[in-house]
């Protein structure tokens, strides 16, 4: 997933994933949960931060408002 949303961008998705057990795999056991993911990112704002910045859907919904009014236009 993080290489999904990191694909047009200059981060390096082995550096992300590499922070993220860092900081929220507490086991040291190499994998995490859903939950165990959700429930450590909310702990650690900075990789909130950088997930929100990494999965702005701002372009995408700009897109769809657009096509909307261009849409109520024609009819």
């Not at 082995?14 to 040291?28: P, R, S, W």
């Amino acid at each position: 997933a993080i290489q999904d949303i990191t694909r047009d961008r200059e981060i390096v998705p082995e550096e992300i994933v590499a922070l993220i057990f860092e900081k929220i795999d507490v086991n040291g056991e190499g994998e995490l949960t859903l939950e165990e993911f959700i429930d450590g990112a909310k702990q650690h704002p900075e990789i909130m931060d950088m997930l929100k910045k990494l999965m702005d859907l701002t372009p995408v919904l700009i897109i769809i408002v657009e096509a909307r009014k261009e849409k109520n236009l024609q009819n």
